[in-house]
């Protein structure tokens, strides 16, 4: 086997549990991930001759430790910052690291993450740092994901970082009394990642779906920490129903392929049995339904139609009220209006759609002109819809949905063309 494909391997595997450990014991994130690099840069610099240890997790902890040491002890200004944590450092030292206990490693994975989402930093650093840190990501495939210039996030994540650092932010997980504050930001950071691998708000490509596929590990690291809190659970229900659909989201030119026309029979059904069952273990908690839960309850009205026009459209559309009401939003308006058209007919959907036609918040996004387009193309009024095809175009993020637009529009035109029967 490639010795250095085997090395990749094992740092994307080992680097979050690695940098939690250290971060732990030196109090300091950007310490930690710099120790962590330099633990691995010592095992591409041995492993290639001695070969990679039976667990190479507690080979790169012990170097790690020991540069820990020697780095505290090495730099006076280091030194007298953490020299108290020396003995503690050492004491901590094993014959062997990978016995210590599951637990330990669990908690302190759990504390990365909640520090890596703090609310202390803005939101575009908190998704760049939890890539960097529980992804293992490096800034080069972070600025590829974003379509960011490397240096840009370079400068977000070591911005983050001394942010971090200045505004000594602790290294645990919030309280009790807290959590629930704070794991909404976590959350959030995780379906952000999600959503622009599902649909991409710039670029070339409408789907990335190794940003998706990221999103998705990160969310089932946190249902393995925190498995009694329905709303990671039923983010990772959310994400996997989506995910569910990429096989059938794209044509072979990598053009969007609109739900309904969308063939079922390629469909993830591992994903989908999945994504149910962590649903199923959402609600089993008997807990009050979240956003989050509620949106993957919706993706499985989707999932477990056989066709589209089989979906349950008056489920989804209780659903989407009960949404709003939690998170009130004229994106989420917008989407039961979608439901609405299925389940009631277009004049029902028009009027819903244009009860949020002057949204200021939605002045920019052009899938409510596509949305009233498809309604008035029902209703016979292809010119209207045109039009409306014709904004949506300009505003779409991608060109393969600015292409599509433009392509239904042009349909749109021409029935407008035909003479009436």
Known sequence: MDIQRSLDAVWRMESPRLVASLTRLVRDVGLAEDLAAEAFVAALEAWPTTGIPPRPGGWLMTTARHKAVDRIRREENLRR???????????????????????????????????????????????????????????DEIARAYLVPSPSVGQRISRAKRTLAEAKVPFETPAADELPARLGGVLEVVYLIFNEGYAATSGESWVRRELAEEAMRLGRVLAGLLPREPEVLGLVALMELQA?????????????????????????????????????????????????????????????????????????????????????????????????????????????????????????????????????????????AAEELERAADLAPTRHEHDLLRTRMADALARQMQPAR
């Not at 599951?102 to 993450?113: F, K, N, P, R």
């Not at 202390?120 to 760049?128: D, T």
């Not at 309850?297 to 009220?321: K, M």
Request: glycine fraction near 4%; charged fraction near 25%; aromatic fraction near 4%.
């Open 81 to 139: 910052k953490y020299a108290q944590l020396i003995p503690e450092i050492e004491r901590d030292q094993v014959a062997d690291p990978a016995d210590e206990a599951l637990e330990a490693i669990d908690d302190d994975l759990l504390a990365l993450v909640f520090t890596a989402c703090h609310p202390v930093l803005p939101r575009e650093s908190r998704v760049a740092l939890t890539l960097r840190l529980l992804g293992g990501l490096t800034t």
């Open 244 to 384: 569910s659909r990429f096989g059938a989201r794209t044509d072979p030119d990598g053009a969007p392929v609109l739900l309904e026309d969308q063939d079922r029979n390629r469909w993830d059904r591992t994903l989908i049995a999945h994504g149910l069952r962590m649903l199923n273990g959402a609600t089993d908690l008997r807990r009050p339904l979240g956003p989050y839960t509620i949106q993957a309850a919706i993706a499985a009205c989707h999932a477990r139609a056989r066709t589209f026009a089989a979906t349950d459209w008056d489920a989804v559309v209780a659903l989407y009220d009960a949404l709003a009401q939690l998170t009130p939003s004229p994106v989420i308006d917008l989407n039961r209006a979608v439901a609405l058209l299925h389940a009631d007919g277009p004049e029902a959907a028009l009027d819903a759609v244009d009860q949020i036609r002057d949204d200021k918040r939605l002045a920019r996004y052009h899938l409510l002109g596509a949305v009233r387009a498809d309604v008035l193309l029902r209703l016979g009024r292809y010119a209207e």
